[in-house]
């Protein structure tokens, strides 16, 4: 079983920065493929981005491309999302996934999830 626990949320102004975390424990970290996602209120979770275990590998929504970076460090057990130049449609909780075996931008395809930490951004 893996635990993940996300942080970092809050209040930002547009235009503002945040960095999410996530920290795992319980099973190999190292093995999995990670992935953030997000569900705003009245929509469904969507895809964020995508980590490969070993963290050469990324990939993101259209929506966040250029403006978010996803990455991780396997000794610390952590990933992380990179927010700048947030925008009020940002605005949602974000979940940290994990336990895929490689990187996927389906919610089927990963095990694990965070309780969310939410993101507001104020316009």
């Known amino acids: 079983q893996v635990q993940l626990i996300e942080s970092g949320g809050g209040f930002v102004q547009a235009g503002g920065s945040l960095k999410l975390s996530c920290a795992a424990s319980?099973?190999?970290?190292?093995?999995?493929?990670m992935g953030w996602f997000r569900q705003a209120p009245g929509k469904e979770r969507e895809f964020v981005a995508t980590?490969?275990?070993?963290?050469?590998?990324?990939d993101y929504a259209n929506s966040v491309k250029g403006r978010f970076t996803i990455s991780r460090d396997n000794m610390k057990n952590t990933v992380y999302l990179q927010m700048n130049s947030l925008q009020a449609e940002d605005t949602a909780v974000y979940y940290c996934?994990?336990?895929?075996?490689?990187?996927?931008?389906?919610?089927?395809?990963?095990?694990?999830w965070g309780q969310g930490t939410q993101v507001t951004v104020s316009s």
């Open positions: 996934a994990g336990g895929a075996s490689s990187v996927h931008s389906s919610s089927s395809k990963y095990d694990y």
């Open positions: 980590i490969s275990s070993s963290g050469l590998r990324t």
């Open positions: 319980g099973r190999t970290f190292s093995n999995y493929a």
